[in-house]
Nanobody, 120 residues
Framework: QVQLVESGGGLVLPGGSLRLSCAAS????????MAWYRQAPGKQREYVAA???????NYADSAKGRFAISTDNAKNTVWLQMNSLKPEDTAVYYC??????????????WGQGTQVTVSS
């Protein structure tokens, strides 16, 4: 089993910044990538950003230029630096880790989520 613990959410003014973190522990092996998703009230969960162990990053259009994802492979930790936050960024943010075993069986784990509220 793998546990993902997120932190760093909170209330921030429009234009402000937050840094989310997600630490993975347990039976970690062969991580394909770690990622952040978010879900706003009444909406479907949506992709935000992802990073591979090699440091390759990918962002949703809504995150490009404002958010930065980074990772520490030794600590199995991923961060999401969010700048220039907008009210529409308000959501519960979830961390995800995708791993593959030697038989290419995928193992997909999600964190419990951390609330980000952008409001004046």
């Amino acid at each position: 089993q793998v546990q993902l613990v997120e932190s760093g959410g909170g209330l921030v003014l429009p234009g402000g910044s937050l840094r989310l973190s997600c630490a993975a522990s347990g039976s970690i092996f062969n991580i394909d990538h770690m990622a952040w998703y978010r879900q706003a009230p009444g909406k479907q969960r949506e992709y935000v950003a992802a990073i591979s162990p090699a440091g390759t990053t990918n962002y949703a259009d809504s995150a490009k230029g404002r958010f930065a994802i980074s990772t520490d492979n030794a600590k199995n930790t991923v961060w999401l630096q969010m700048n220039s936050l907008k009210p529409e960024d308000t959501a519960v943010y979830y961390c995800r880790v995708l791993m593959y075993d030697p038989k290419d069986m995928p193992y997909d784990y999600w964190g419990q989520g951390t609330q980000v509220t952008v409001s004046s």
